[in-house]
């Protein structure tokens, strides 16, 4: 089953073409490599697929959604079907690591006893567990891209989205955030990865699909950088 489709996909910002007709799908429960420098359209691109940018004509599925058609009253479900991992983190300074990943759970009004055990499952599939009581200021760089992380499939999502996961981080810590979304992919989530790190696409041989100007110009299973 494809969770993801795109079919002549364009986009337009101001009059300026960002992305020029792209066409792929992806398959439920692979990873694929979204390659290309800044300024390729990776982050665009990433940004269609939870709808905070809208394609300017094309089609483009998600899971069940299709995001040219989809109500406005219904982005905040293709939101949960859909975790986003960004390179900045984005946690909330005032709260602890479990208050960080209970708190997704919180505002769709999941019940204590739920949020419990499943933040207490995440924190121990990321290796955080022993950091729960901690704040965000804490931690170091790879901590806190863990908290983001568990933060974002805490709701269980059929697909996640890291744009740039390991941008600010060092070789080893960026591979053991491979190795952890390569064990939350060993449970079923797809997993859509926006990077130019070299090093972990070389080593891990997924697929990759690399844009260059708004395009795509290589689509390669186990494919290199």
């Given at each position: ?58 089609r483009i599925r998600v899971g069940k959604y299709d995001l040219m058609k989809i109500k ?35 505002v769709i009004e999941k019940s204590p006893r739920e949020i419990k055990r499943r933040v ?106």
């Open positions: 089953m494809k969770i993801l489709k795109i079919k002549n996909l364009n986009l337009k910002i101001h009059e300026k073409e960002i992305l020029k007709n792209i066409s792929f799908e992806i398959k439920e429960g692979s990873i694929c490599g979204l390659l290309g420098i800044n300024g390729a359209g990776k982050s665009t691109f990433i940004k269609m697929m939870y709808r905070e940018e809208k394609a300017t004509k094309g406005d009253r219904q982005i905040p479900f293709l939101r949960r079907y859909v975790g986003v991992v960004f390179q900045d983190f984005k946690l909330l300074q005032h709260k602890t690591v479990y208050e960080n990943v209970a708190y997704a759970m919180e207490d499952e995440v924190l121990e599939l990321v290796n955080l567990k022993h950091r729960m009581n901690n704040f965000p200021n804490e931690l170091s760089g790879g901590e806190q891209q863990r908290v983001a992380i568990a933060r974002a499939i805490v709701n269980t999502p059929g697909i996640l989205i890291a744009d740039e996961p390991t941008g600010n981080l060092d070789p080893d810590t960026s591979m053991e955030i491979m190795d952890i979304l390569e064990r939350i992919n060993e449970q079923g989530t797809t997993i859509v990865m926006a990077t130019h790190n070299s090093q972990i696409v070389n080593e891990k041989k997924h697929r990759v699909l690399a844009i260059e100007s708004g395009q795509i110009v290589r689509d390669q299973e186990q494919g290199e950088y």
